[in-house]
């Protein structure tokens, strides 16, 4: 989002404003604070162990829970409001995407393994994962795109990102165990973190073509009569 901004403004001429700036500067500083308090990684080092994680009843429950809600989405909610609500495509699109990353871990050990020489071309795991990734990934780009035919950029990017976020992390939460060792003062900066990643999407997109530069605010503030 923060690379699609300020890559616009030179490249395509478009103008970054004062809320632009201000919030690539919070987007940037809740994701230091994220990555300063964000959870260690259960190391999963190979598919045996990737396969049983993913047959965790916890992760079995979410996916297919995850699976019903998209698919009445796509069946039954998207031909009927998607046209007028711009949160069902979005949605559709976020609640693929945990099946996206996830696909996208298990295959990275794959590869990892590859290169190491173990033998994964005969393990079932890499190409079921590869089928999810193709249908998680083309029906996100399909539905996105949708998404972006009906409904002003400015409000799909920072709404996609959100909730493409949440779900992940909810993904990963579940799938990982990541924050089950978390301190409370951990939890509370990722939290923090998030939300300020959140107000600075806000305030890049909502005021996208509101017209203020530094000068006229400092110009105006200069202006204001000063108190007796």
């Given at each position: 989002v923060l690379n699609s901004a300020i890559l616009s403004s030179y490249?395509?001429?478009e103008k970054l404003n004062i809320h632009g700036k201000l919030g690539c500067v919070l987007s940037i500083l809740g994701s230091?604070?994220?990555?300063?308090?964000?959870?260690e990684e259960e190391e999963v080092t190979s598919l045996d162990e990737m396969e049983g994680k993913l047959q965790d009843p916890a992760f079995?429950?979410?996916?297919?829970?995850?699976?019903?809600?998209?698919l009445v989405l796509i069946v039954v909610v998207a031909p009927k409001r998607g046209q007028t609500n711009i949160l069902i495509y979005v949605l559709i699109c976020s609640l693929i995407g945990a099946f996206s990353v996830s696909s996208v871990k298990g295959l990275g050990i794959a590869i990892k393994q590859m290169?190491?020489?173990?033998?994964v071309y005969g393990h079932p795991l890499v190409y079921i994962l590869v089928g999810?990734?193709?249908?998680?990934?083309?029906?996100?780009?399909?539905?996105?795109?949708?998404?972006?035919?009906?409904?002003?950029t400015s409000l799909v990017t920072p709404i996609y990102y959100v909730c493409f976020t949440t779900t992940v992390v909810m993904s990963s939460i579940i799938?990982?165990?990541e924050w089950s060792s978390m301190e409370p003062g951990d939890i509370i900066g990722?939290?923090?973190?998030?939300?300020?990643?959140?107000?600075?999407?806000?305030?890049?997109?909502a005021f996208k073509n509101t017209n203020i530069t530094w000068s006229q605010l400092v110009s105006t503030v200069a202006k204001e009569p000063s108190l007796p």
């Open positions: 490249f395509l001429n230091t604070v994220m990555v300063i308090h964000a959870p079995v429950t979410f996916a297919v829970l995850v699976t019903v809600v998209a290169l190491e020489r173990k033998p999810i990734l193709v249908l998680s990934v083309s029906t996100q780009i399909s539905y996105l795109n949708k998404a972006l035919d009906v409904f002003n799938l990982f165990k990722t939290l923090s973190g998030f939300c300020s990643i959140i107000i600075g999407i806000f305030l890049l997109h």
